[in-house]
């Protein structure tokens, strides 16, 4: 009997299960593959945890373009940077909104050269501006905390 990573439907939570209670639990959507270890399926279910934490802080950030345009804050769909994967997201998230990221004057849009070209900026100055906030961020969290990074 396998190992299953579940999403359950009322609380949206992420949890392991095993593939008889899968069958008898219709209140779940699976979000993985079988696992043969219960330990291989409690790592990839820590990495999934982490990306959607990342994710919700990128997402709260708004759309990286319209932030530089000074309209913090703009509801986003998430980019990953080409080439990517999701166990490789650190750093190579955006949030973009509808328009930035798949409209005509968005990354998709326009495709990288023009992207680049429009706007003067591109996907990897995006990136390190989403990046630079979210280490800004936690700098400012463990200084309130009293602990530095690093010391």
Not at 103 to 131: I, M, P, S
Request: proline content about 3%; charged content about 30%.
């Amino acid at each position: 009997m396998g190992y299953y990573i579940v999403r359950k439907f009322r609380t949206g939570q992420l949890t392991i299960m095993t593939g008889t209670e899968v069958k008898a639990d219709e209140g779940i959507e699976l979000a993985s593959e079988e696992f043969k270890s219960k330990k291989k399926a409690l790592i990839v279910l820590a990495e999934m945890q982490a990306e959607e934490q990342y994710v919700a802080r990128v997402s709260e950030l708004g759309c990286a373009v319209c932030r530089r345009m000074g309209y913090p804050g703009t509801p986003v769909e998430i980019h990953y940077r080409e080439g990517s994967s999701h166990f490789d997201f650190l750093g190579n998230v955006l949030g973009l909104c509808p328009e930035h990221h798949r409209g005509a004057t968005g990354l998709h849009g326009l495709g990288k050269r023009g992207f680049k070209r429009n706007w003067g900026y591109d996907e990897d100055d995006l990136l390190a501006d989403t990046q630079r906030l979210l280490d800004e961020q936690d700098v400012a969290r463990h200084q309130h905390q009293g602990k530095i990074p690093g010391k």
